[in-house]
Structures are given as structure tokens and as C-alpha cells.
């Protein structure tokens, strides 16, 4: 399993988002990206990580940075999920969990003592330039965008 530490190159990846268009993190050069994983549409945990990042994405903006949420549900389901809550930000699908691979967030995880593989929770802050600039594995939901946020307003 990868594991992705602060000053590392971000791994690149090309993806398809909610409207179903091509998103390489590559284009985002220039400015900051939070990179954010989540387990699934719709549930609550999710929820109130992608609303934090919403009710922020005007500062978020204001700070030179666009937020990107990567699960592995498919297109429609994030077509429903980022309708459902007014998100501002596209929702990548990654149905192969090849970007979540990459970063190291598809880990085992236990529920009801069964052992499965599964997306934590996490977040990363990409520089202008590509490099990680903040890293934060197993981040509560509702924690995950105040800690992007107090590192964009360094």
C-alpha cells in the first residue's frame, strides 16, 4: 500500500467526474487542490464531509484552491449526491480504486469484527506546483475541511 507523505509529488491520475468529462490533476497546475477520498455517496459521514468543504468552498476559492472528492461510486450516483447537497466541486469516480490506491486510502478496515477492503477517509492539500503540502489519513468528517482550510490559510 502507498502511502503519501508531505512533500512528495502527488500522484497523477486521469478520472471522469459527476458530468461524466475527462479530470487529470495535472490540469489543476497553477493552483491548490484538495484532494479529498470518502467511502460513499449519501451516507452520513459523507455528507457532512462534503457539506463542510461546500459551506468552505468560497474561502476555499479565494484561497487559489479547487476541491476534488474521489469514491468509488459511479457517475449517476454522484450526479444525485452532489444535486442532493448544492456541492460547488466535482466528484471523480473511481470505480477501480486506482486513485485510491495510489494515495493510499483503499486500506482493510473492520466492521462487526468482518475484515474488508475499503476507502478511508482522508484528505490531501496539493500545491501550485504538484507536491503534497498536507496529508491527513482517517480525518472525522466533520474535521476534514476545517483542517484543509488551516492549512490553505497559511
Known amino acids: 500500500m502507498a502511502t ?4 512528495d509529488q502527488a500522484p497523477d491520475f486521469e ?11 495535472s490540469d489543476f497546475r497553477g493552483k491548490r487542490v ?3 477520498f470518502y467511502p460513499r455517496d449519501d ?31 459511479d457517475v449517476a450516483s454522484h450526479q444525485a449526491f452532489k444535486s442532493k447537497n448544492n456541492l460547488p466541486f466535482p ?18 478496515r473492520e466492521r462487526d469484527g468482518q475484515k474488508f477492503m475499503g476507502q478511508v477517509r482522508s484528505h490531501f492539500v496539493i500545491d501550485e506546483q504538484g507536491k503534497v503540502a498536507d496529508v491527513q489519513y482517517s480525518v472525522a468528517p466533520a474535521d476534514s475541511a476545517e483542517k484543509a482550510m488551516a492549512w490553505l490559510g497559511k
Do not use: M
Open 4 to 7: 503519501i507523505n508531505v512533500g
Open 91 to 108: 466528484l471523480l469516480v473511481d470505480p477501480d480504486h486506482q486513485i485510491s490506491e495510489a494515495y493510499g486510502t483503499w486500506q482493510e
Open 34 to 36: 484538495v484532494l479529498y
Open 43 to 73: 451516507t452520513p459521514g459523507c455528507t457532512t464531509q462534503a457539506c463542510g468543504f461546500r459551506d468552505s468552498y468560497p474561502k476555499i476559492e479565494s484561497a487559489n484552491a479547487v476541491v476534488l472528492g474521489v469514491s468509488t461510486q
Open 15 to 25: 478520472a471522469v467526474d459527476d458530468q461524466n468529462e475527462k479530470v487529470k490533476l
